[in-house]
C-alpha cells in the first residue's frame, strides 16, 4: 500500500540518519533532514489518519510539533533522540488507519447491499399510498403538513435515484451516505403517514 510503504521508506531514513551521526561532526543536518522526512510524510498521509484514527494523529502531532521546536531551538542532539518514536508511531498509525479503512468499506459495501434491496420496496409502498390519497391530505394532517411532507419524500426519492444511478468506485463513500440520508427521510415520511415497515 502507497502509505505503508512511504512510512517504511520514512523509517529507513531516518534509522540511516541516526545511524550515520557517528561521523558527523554536527547534528545540524541530520536533525533538519528527519524533520523534514517526517513532515513530508505526515503531508502524504495526514488525510487518512485524520479520518480513520484522529486519536493517533493528534498524537503524532503533538510529537512532530515538540520536535519542530527543538528544531528551532538548535536543538539538534534531541531532535535525532526524539526522531525515530515519532517515525515509529506514524508507521504504527498508518497500518491502523488502513485496517480500519477496510472494515469501513466492507461496511458500506453491506450498506449498499441492503439499500439495494429494501429501497425499491419502500418506495413503491410510499408511492402507492401518496397515490391513494389523491392528493388530499390523510386524517389528522393539514394540507400545508402534507404538501411539505410530499415534498420532502419526492426530494430524498430523487436523491436516492442520483446515488443508485452515479454509483462507481471512485464515489462510493459519498453516494452510500447519501443514499442513507435518503431512506433515513422517506422512513421519516412512512412514519408520518402511519406507514408500517419503515
Do not use: H
Not at 6 to 27: I, K, R, T, W, Y
Not at 49 to 54: A, D, I, S
Not at 80 to 93: E, F, S, T, Y
Request: proline residues 3%; aromatic residues 6%.
Amino acid at each position: 500500500m502507497k502509505f505503508t510503504r512511504s512510512a517504511e521508506m520514512l523509517a529507513a531514513l531516518v534509522v540511516g540518519l541516526v545511524l550515520g551521526l557517528a561521523g558527523c561532526a554536527s547534528q545540524k543536518e541530520p536533525a533538519e533532514q528527519a524533520v523534514a522526512a517526517i513532515e513530508k510524510s505526515l503531508e502524504g498521509s495526514g488525510a487518512i489518519l485524520q479520518k480513520y484514527v484522529p486519536e493517533r494523529y493528534e498524537e503524532i502531532s503533538v510529537s512532530f510539533a515538540a520536535l519542530r521546536e527543538k528544531l528551532a531551538k538548535e536543538d539538534y542532539g534531541d531532535v535525532v533522540a526524539g526522531a525515530p518514536a515519532v517515525v515509529d508511531a506514524l508507521r504504527k498509525a498508518v497500518g491502523e488507519s488502513q485496517i480500519q479503512k477496510a472494515k469501513a468499506q466492507v461496511e458500506m459495501e453491506t450498506a449498499w447491499e441492503t439499500l439495494v434491496k429494501t429501497m425499491p420496496a419502500m418506495l413503491a409502498e410510499v408511492d402507492k399510498e401518496i397515490s391513494s390519497q389523491g392528493g388530499r391530505p390523510p386524517k389528522g394532517m393539514d394540507r400545508d403538513a402534507y404538501k411539505a411532507l410530499v415534498a420532502t419524500y419526492d426530494a430524498a426519492r430523487a436523491s436516492w435515484s442520483k446515488a443508485a444511478e452515479s454509483i462507481d468506485a471512485a464515489n462510493f463513500e459519498s453516494t452510500v451516505a447519501t443514499a442513507r440520508e435518503a431512506r433515513t427521510a422517506i422512513a421519516g415520511v412512512m412514519d408520518s403517514l402511519g406507514m408500517k415497515g419503515s
